[in-house]
T-cell receptor, first 114, second 114 residues
Framework: QQQVKQSPQSLIVQKGGISIINCAYENTAFDYFPWYQQFPGKGPALLIAIRPDVSEKKEGRFTISFNKSAKQFSLHIMDSQPGDSATYFCAARDSGAGSYQLTFGKGTKLSVIP | DTGVSQDPRHKITKRGQNVTFRCDPISEHNRLYWYRQTLGQGPEFLTYFQNEAQLEKSRLLSDRFSAERPKGSFSTLEIQRTEQGDSAMYLC????????????FGQGTRLTVV
């Protein structure tokens, strides 16, 4: 059972465009939603995170939009750059579960072309 | 402190051999996690420690896997009698305790079982 569904699997965006990655979750106990960026051969790096008490969070060119009723959240990358080419993972956590383990989506490979 | 450190970065082993990986978390982080990431997938939770106590294990962690964190600082993950299906990236992450905490990942150990 996949608890966090991520789409699309891959995305090609022109430099300067907007990259949008979507995630949907099933477990209503999830209360923390981070996005991680991963380059080949590297570990995931935390990019931005949101909690369900807000509907949007922006940090620089990266924005998370959160829809609690729909159990969906998305990452928007504005003015996408070739250096943003990486794999992006959404994740979710149930802070009441004790372990604070993260449940990840399957990832989106983003390619930003000049 | 330069972040979560993992050693080795790469390991190639023959099927049936035992391997051990090491993780040094960010100092003063009392939570430590192990995840496994296979090609094209998001990381999957294996186990976590609160200080030296191993408090949760995923069903993915078969009895050939054992993890320790003897003094609440570094951790080791051992795989006995390796199988080809064990080939993956093994990621370590650490965090403080508490609700408002972020998990930081290491670069991972890439295991190839031949």
């Amino acid at each position: 059972q996949q608890q966090v569904k991520q789409s699309p699997q891959s995305l090609i965006v022109q430099k300067g465009g907007i990259s949008i990655i979507n995630c949907a979750y099933e477990n209503t106990a999830f209360d923390y939603f981070p996005w991680y960026q991963q380059f080949p051969g590297k570990g995931p790096a935390l990019l931005i995170a949101i909690r369900p008490d807000v509907s949007e969070k922006k940090e620089g060119r990266f924005t998370i939009s959160f829809n609690k009723s729909a159990k969906q959240f998305s990452l928007h990358i504005m003015d996408s750059q070739p250096g943003d080419s990486a794999t992006y993972f959404c994740a979710a956590r149930d802070s009441g579960a004790g372990s604070y383990q993260l449940t990840f989506g399957k990832g989106t490979k983003l390619s930003v072309i000049p | 402190d330069t972040g979560v450190s993992q050693d080795p970065r790469h390991k190639i082993t023959k099927r049936g051999q035992n391997v051990t990986f090491r993780c040094d978390p960010i100092s003063e982080h009392n939570r430590l996690y192990w995840y496994r990431q296979t090609l094209g997938q998001g990381p999957e939770f294996l186990t976590y420690f609160q200080n030296e106590a191993q408090l949760e294990k995923s069903r993915l962690l078969s009895d050939r896997f054992s993890a320790e964190r003897p003094k609440g600082s570094f951790s080791t993950l051992e795989i006995q009698r390796t199988e080809q299906g064990d080939s993956a990236m093994y990621l370590c992450a650490s965090s403080f305790s508490g609700v408002n905490t972020e998990a930081f990942f290491g670069q991972g150990t890439r295991l190839t079982v031949v």
